[in-house]
């Protein structure tokens, strides 16, 4: 009796803590609904939209350095589809990302740089290079940003990283996981959109030559790979 009664309270306890894993995700169809409705709208009701993406070299647009690609860069592959979902809206996409830079540092400068855009939604995209920084670092400094801009009502989204292809993949306790898990945590726990790059190009860690397909070099992914990106980054304008 005992066994009978336990097996249905294991699967309630199953059921509730899936509800609760789905219910800290916020929702891509509805967490830019009120943008959506000002992109829609057309002159002279309309108004300027601001996106900006802070990072480092991939949003900055590097391929392999020190050439910039920064019409093939997914920022710009964001707007390309943007417009073509949205043309009658005003869409000013600003890029403040520097190579080489870690969410340490772009966290000191975030309100002189970022902030003063004023932007609609945020994409925050560091991990590559936090690795640098170290978790706990890099965790105080995505808070600390995420937190200021949400003082402001702006729309965050965090994307996990893009490849490297020096990373081993198949280990499920890689530097590049660590960093995945803690960004989709800070997501959950702010309640802010998520692009999960690292999850994006997955179907492609088992085969190193299929991989290197979508990099223009060991760290940074050519236009094919910007192109999964910014693909995973307009479902939140769909």
Same mark, same amino acid.
């Not at 855009?117 to 105080?140: C, M, Q, T, W």
């Not at 937190?147 to 490297?164: M, W």
């Not at 997955?202 to 990099?215: A, G, H, P, R, W």
């Given at each position: 009796m005992?066994?009978i009664?336990l097996?249905p309270m294991?699967?309630?306890?199953f059921?509730v803590?899936?509800q609760?894993?789905e219910s800290? @995700?916020v929702?891509?169809t509805i967490y830019?609904?009120?943008?959506?409705r000002?992109?829609?709208?057309?002159w002279?009701?309309?108004?300027?939209?601001?996106?900006v993406?802070?990072?480092h070299?991939?949003?900055?647009?590097?391929?392999?350095?020190?050439?910039?690609? +920064?019409?093939?860069?997914?920022p710009s592959?964001v707007l390309?589809?943007?417009k073509?979902?949205?043309p009658f809206?005003?869409?000013n996409?600003?890029v +403040?990302?520097?190579g080489?830079?870690n969410?340490?540092?772009?966290?000191k400068?975030f309100k002189?740089d970022v902030?003063s855009?004023?932007?609609?939604v945020?994409?925050?995209?560091y991990?590559?290079n936090d690795r640098?920084?170290?978790?706990?670092?890099?965790?105080?400094?995505w @808070?600390?940003m995420i937190?200021?801009?949400? @003082?402001?009502?702006i729309k965050v989204i965090?994307?996990?990283?893009?490849?490297d292809?020096?990373?081993?993949?198949?280990?499920?306790d890689?530097?590049?996981k660590?960093h995945?898990?803690?960004?989709?945590?800070?997501?959950?726990?702010?309640?802010t959109g998520?692009?999960?790059?690292?999850n994006a190009?997955?179907f492609?860690?088992?085969?190193?030559k299929e991989?290197?397909?979508y990099m223009?070099?060991?760290?940074?992914?050519n236009e094919r790979?910007?192109?999964l990106i910014?693909t995973?980054a307009?479902?939140y304008f769909k």
């Amino acid at each position: 009796m005992k066994f009978i009664l336990l097996v249905p309270m294991i699967l309630f306890g199953f059921l509730v803590r899936s509800q609760n894993s789905e219910s800290n @995700n916020v929702e891509q169809t509805i967490y830019l609904s009120e943008l959506k409705r000002e992109l829609k709208k057309e002159w002279p009701e309309n108004r300027t939209i601001n996106i900006v993406f802070h990072g480092h070299s991939v949003p900055s647009g590097y391929f392999k350095t020190p050439q910039v690609n +920064t019409l093939s860069a997914y920022p710009s592959l964001v707007l390309q589809k943007l417009k073509s979902m949205y043309p009658f809206a005003v869409v000013n996409v600003i890029v +403040t990302a520097i190579g080489g830079e870690n969410s340490v540092e772009g966290a000191k400068r975030f309100k002189r740089d970022v902030l003063s855009h004023k932007p609609d939604v945020l994409f925050i995209d560091y991990a590559l290079n936090d690795r640098r920084a170290g978790l706990e670092k890099s965790y105080s400094a995505w @808070n600390k940003m995420i937190k200021q801009a949400k @003082n402001q009502y702006i729309k965050v989204i965090l994307l996990t990283p893009s490849p490297d292809q020096r990373v081993d993949y198949n280990s499920p306790d890689n530097e590049l996981k660590k960093h995945t898990d803690q960004i989709i945590s800070l997501a959950r726990k702010n309640q802010t959109g998520l692009v999960d790059s690292y999850n994006a190009f997955e179907f492609l860690y088992s085969d190193k030559k299929e991989l290197s397909k979508y990099m223009s070099q060991v760290n940074h992914p050519n236009e094919r790979g910007h192109e999964l990106i910014a693909t995973e980054a307009i479902k939140y304008f769909k």
